[in-house]
């Protein structure tokens, strides 16, 4: 059930942050009694309730309420969950030097996670600030650009990043593919991100490959860079029922083994 909401009321709370006005999910975000109301700019109703009907997971933050806001209001939409107090994403954290063996576990509760969350819809937009830690535990959660499965009207593109150029459809498979690169970004304590966009595909593989990780690791990397590498499994991304290599398959079960393992 949503609860509505008053300007007057939310500027009562405490500001937390103000998000990009330039942005799709431009808005502002208020704490108030050990929760958080994030409150849009565009309408992402239909999202929200959505998000707010499927079933709970130890690491995916969920939403409490969804928020609607007074109908002069410039906010369109807006939820609110809970104030996970000095929680740190996962590029806050690289100054922490974590353990390898504490970012193994934070690793393995994202996947987690974002297979549970497969179950339901694409979504579309990751990044490392979509993954925090709080009190020895990862969470996903920033989820307004999900969509349903099935949903072709609402097909989100997202930016792939092997070159600054290609734009491809988010589904199932670039979500795998944006987490394995921000869940190398944080075993690395760097932002792969910037390397990717700008400096491709191969600078990516080459920093990953000569870096000094534990060998479980550096198999998980090979078997993940095995799947990207290929062409066509990129451009499959686009129709995913279409031809993908056997080897392209099988270096994907073994990943899924290793990731097991982890």
Request: charged content about 25%.
């Amino acid at each position: 059930m949503a609860t509505y909401i008053t300007d007057e009321e939310l500027f009562q709370y405490d500001l937390l942050k103000t998000l990009d006005s330039t942005s799709n999910t431009g808005g502002t975000l208020f704490l108030h009694d050990g929760k958080v109301y994030k409150l849009f700019f565009n309408d992402f109703s239909k999202q929200i309730t959505y998000l707010k009907s499927i079933p709970r997971h130890p690491h995916v933050l969920p939403i409490l309420e969804e928020l609607i806001p007074e109908w002069e209001s410039d906010f369109k939409s807006g939820y609110c969950t809970e104030y996970k107090e000095n929680a740190k994403t996962f590029f806050e954290s690289f100054n922490d030097h974590l353990s390898y063996l504490e970012k193994e576990k934070y690793i393995k509760q994202i996947f987690s996670a974002i297979q549970f969350l497969h179950q339901y819809f694409v979504i579309g937009d990751i990044h490392g600030d979509n993954f925090f830690i709080h009190e020895g535990n990862a969470y996903v959660y920033d989820l307004e650009y999900a969509r349903k499965l099935n949903d072709k009207k609402r097909a989100i593109k997202c930016k792939y990043m092997v070159s600054p150029l290609e734009r491809f459809y988010a589904t199932p498979n670039t979500d795998l593919i944006k987490t394995y690169m921000e869940c190398y970004s944080f075993l690395l304590e760097k932002d792969l991100s910037y390397f990717i966009q700008f400096m491709g595909y191969k600078k990516f593989a080459s920093i990953l490959l000569n870096t000094p990780l534990p060998k479980e690791m550096h198999q998980f990397l090979r078997l993940s860079l095995q799947i990207l590498k290929e062409r066509k499994c990129i451009e499959d991304l686009y129709h995913p029922e279409s031809f993908i290599s056997e080897e392209i398959l099988n270096a994907k079960k073994e990943l899924k083994k290793t990731l097991e393992r982890l």
